[in-house]
Nanobody, 115 residues
Framework: QVQLVESGGGLVQAGGSLRLSCAASGSIFGINAMGWYRQPPGKQRELVAA???????NYGDSVKGRFTISRDNAKTTVYLQMNSLKPEDTADYYC?????????WGQGTQVTVSS
């Protein structure tokens, strides 16, 4: 079983930055990719960013050029650097890990961007 724990959320003014972290533990050997989804209030859940075991990345259209996903050397911790934050980025952010056909989800961390 894979366990995911997010941290780094909080309140920030528009134009500011935050860095989210996601630590994976447990049976992590089969993880093929990790990433971030978010769900703004009253809206659908959407992909933010993802990174594969080989290092390939992809981003949601709304965050391209502003957010960057990265990982540590052990590939067990994933980060989301969020720059030039906008009020529209306000959401619950969830870390994910793909283990074979199974996707695991963290508990989420809240990001609020004020005007």
């Amino acid at each position: 079983q894979v366990q995911l724990v997010e941290s780094g959320g909080g309140l920030v003014q528009a134009g500011g930055s935050l860095r989210l972290s996601c630590a994976a533990s447990g049976s992590i050997f089969g993880i093929n990719a990790m990433g971030w989804y978010r769900q703004p209030p009253g809206k659908q859940r959407e992909l933010v960013a993802a990174i594969t075991r080989g290092g390939s990345t992809n981003y949601g259209d709304s965050v391209k050029g502003r957010f960057t996903i990265s990982r540590d050397n052990a590939k067990t911790t994933v980060y989301l650097q969020m720059n030039s934050l906008k009020p529209e980025d306000t959401a619950d952010y969830y870390c994910t890990a793909l283990d074979g056909p199974q996707m695991h989800w963290g508990q989420g961390t809240q990001v609020t961007v004020s005007s």
